[in-house]
């Protein structure tokens, strides 16, 4: 079993920089790829970065490429996203997603989930 809690999102202006966390528990987190995805309303959710177990492998989407970082602490059981540049589109709920193994950029094929932070850019 794997639990997630966001936290770190808030309001911030166009350009300006947040950092979410994803604090982690469960024996496995260490062995697992963990993701975040974001939902905008009336919008389907969607992947935004994901990170591998080993911080080996990793994969961004096209959108927030050279804005977003994905990072994680396994001592501390925490994966973080730190995201520059922000703009009024990356208004989201935010969130994480955990997954065993191999890195993979779609909802369905995540098994843990956490709660959502809320993301709001203003222009």
């Known amino acids: 079993q794997v639990q997630l809690v966001e936290s770190g999102g808030g309001l911030v202006q166009a350009g300006g920089s947040l950092r979410l966390s994803c604090a982690t528990s469960?024996?496995?987190?260490?062995?697992?790829?963990v993701g975040w995805f974001r939902q905008a309303p009336g919008k389907e959710r969607e992947f935004v970065a994901a990170?591998?177990?080993?911080?080996?492998?990793?994969a961004y989407a096209d959108s927030v490429k050279g804005r977003f970082t994905i990072s994680r602490d396994n001592a501390k059981m925490t994966v973080y996203l730190q995201m520059n540049m922000l703009k009024p589109e990356d208004t989201a709920v935010y969130y994480c997603?955990?997954?065993?193994?191999?890195?993979?950029?779609?909802?369905?094929?995540?098994?843990?989930w956490g709660q959502g932070t809320q993301v709001t850019v203003s222009s």
């Open positions: 469960g024996r496995t987190f260490s062995s697992r790829t």
């Open positions: 997603a955990a997954r065993p193994a191999f890195v993979r950029t779609t909802v369905g094929e995540y098994d843990y």
């Open positions: 990170l591998s177990w080993s911080s080996a492998n990793v």
